[in-house]
């Protein structure tokens, strides 16, 4: 039997106990993986293993879509009515604010991201999009089409069946509710792989779904790596479709894998590389608290994060000045994620720690200046300084590539046209931002951005009844609000002869 994790936490922000099975959950329980396979959790603040989970493989996820498929047949999509998947979609969150305070102490100690800000948003944020979804659920509809006298033509927006669902480390259980909120709530049954750095919301959420009134197999939750458990998902013939956030290098090895297999139908939330343009009449106060939030938030492990600001040379340097005096305020206030003065955590893993520190090395080999950071904060855990590169130029690695880490590369620029060329110079094209005062150059410049979404005098402001997705290599697909309904239905035309004969 898979072993149950008991951690308790003693802080000043936080004291309770967690209790939660530590297996890979398939058809309504937890079990062992077939190969018995244990993938060690580490607490990104001290660099010290918290638990051991469960980590499957490729004969895991086959059981558990088997379960799912049954589930599909027997007790769940359109067998089961819109009302009873948006009851137990709602039931399910409500279970997790009844556990609001554990879940963000759990993403806290996996993520290292403070406690309040997981709390006040990334579990505040998961409760309300599930509920969002809970809403949708008995509103899925097609059209009554007009043809002719003797014939009645409809559409029905039909679940797909089991999809397949990876999501990353940086919001491990916000971007669970992305997924399964539209899924369930159009009929579909879940085979979902959370992040093996990052498992420890997903199997806490496992433990709620039968509570909440779940037929076995509609959700499945099976932990593991990306080149085992990722790609028997992206593989398996059974599987319809598949929703995948993380970088476009995986995403790239998902739509070959799918291509090859049986042509799933393929969302994908990838990487950015995000314009950040602020004009010289913008309210530079509010333009340097949205900025800063922007790129040093999450500590920078954010994909539509601001990470390109560029800034007209009339205020550069009154801006530079004051996102610098940000970015100190942050470097004092980095630390324990369950002090109450911590604003600014530590990076996931070591791996991400060596990725962030290497990009700044690469800005000082190609001549930028690292204005202010660019070194460990501390001597254990992962924590790089909140970092500012200016004297960029656009073919620097630091201003192409996606760092996803604490460091924005700031760009002087002159005019509109200027700035607009160089904002869309990117493989990427996830999101966008424009700070001004003037209302006709915010909608021109918001128009001629190559990004999936543009923010005017706000940043990051992302509203779960609005879509959410790239241009370019950011992805295919949009996710939230009702576009991500559509992501997850395919449309049937019934044609039904009323008359004519022939």
């Known amino acids: 039997m898979p072993s149950t994790f008991t951690y308790t936490f003693d802080t000043p922000l936080y004291k309770g106990k967690s209790t939660f099975n530590t297996g890979l959950f398939i058809n309504g329980e937890f079990v062992d993986p077939v190969d018995g396979a244990k993938i060690e959790v580490v607490n990104p603040s001290t660099g ?5 989970v469960s980590a499957g493989s490729a004969k895991d996820v086959d059981i558990a879509v088997k379960a799912a498929k049954q589930a599909y047949k027997t007790s769940w999509g359109l067998k089961v009515p819109g009302t009873d998947r948006g009851r137990m979609l709602s039931k399910l969150a409500d279970l997790i604010e009844k556990n609001a305070d554990e879940f963000a102490a759990l993403e806290a100690l996996n993520v290292g991201k403070p406690f309040g800000v997981a709390r006040m948003a990334d579990v505040a944020s998961t409760i309300g999009t599930i509920r969002y979804y809970a809403g949708w659920a008995d509103k899925i509809q097609g059209k009554v089409i007009e043809t002719n006298d003797e014939k009645l033509s409809y559409t029905r927006h039909e679940p797909y069946g089991v999809v397949g669902q990876i999501v990353p480390w940086n919001y491990p259980l916000s971007m669970i509710s992305w997924k399964i909120g539209p899924a369930l709530a159009t009929g579909n049954v879940i085979v979902l792989k959370p992040s093996e750095l990052t498992p420890l919301t997903a199997l806490k959420l496992a433990g709620l779904c039968n509570e909440a009134g779940f037929p076995s197999g509609v959700i499945n939750i099976v932990n593991g790596y990306g080149h085992t458990v990722g790609q028997a998902i992206s593989e398996h013939p059974i599987i319809e479709k598949i929703a995948f956030t993380g970088s476009t290098a995986t995403g790239r090895k998902i739509q070959v894998a799918s291509a090859m297999s049986n042509l799933k139908t393929v969302t994908l939330e990838l990487g950015g590389k995000s314009p950040n343009i602020i004009f010289d009449d913008a309210d530079l106060e509010q333009a340097v608290k ?17 990470s390109r600001i560029f800034v007209q040379e009339g205020i550069y340097d009154k ?7 940000a970015a100190r305020s942050l470097q004092s206030a ?11 955590g530590p990076q996931v893993s070591q791996t991400q720690f060596d990725r962030v520190m290497g990009y700044i090395d690469s800005a000082k080999t190609d001549g930028a200046n690292v204005h202010i950071g660019g070194s460990r904060h501390g001597s254990e855990g992962y924590f790089v300084q909140p970092t500012i590169v200016t004297e960029c130029t656009p073919d620097m690695k630091i201003v192409q590539e996606e760092v996803f880490g604490p460091v924005a590369a700031v760009i002087k620029f002159k005019t509109e046209e200027e700035v607009i060329e160089m904002a869309n110079n990117t493989v990427y094209g996830l999101s966008s931002a424009v700070f001004t005062e003037n209302s006709s150059r915010a909608v021109r410049v918001a128009h001629a951005l190559e990004a999936g979404q543009a923010f005017v005098n706000c940043l990051n402001w ?10 370019k290599q950011s992805g ?9 309904i559509d992501m997850y239905t395919q449309v049937k035309a019934v044609h039904i002869n009323v008359g004519l004969k022939i």
């Not at 949205?290 to 601001?306: E, L, V």
């Not at 801006?319 to 005096?325: A, K």
């Not at 980095?334 to 600014?344: N, Y």
């Open 48 to 52: 010290k293993v918290i638990t051991s």
């Open 290 to 306: 949205w900025a800063t939030r922007s790129i040093f938030g999450n500590m920078g492990q954010n994909c539509n994060a601001g």
């Open 319 to 325: 801006f530079l000045s004051m996102i610098t005096d």
């Open 334 to 344: 980095t630390g324990d994620p369950f002090e109450p003065s911590t604003k600014h």
């Open 462 to 471: 992302v509203e779960k009844n609005m879509p959410f997705g790239g241009y």
């Open 476 to 484: 295919i697909g949009r996710e939230l609000g009702e576009y991500a």
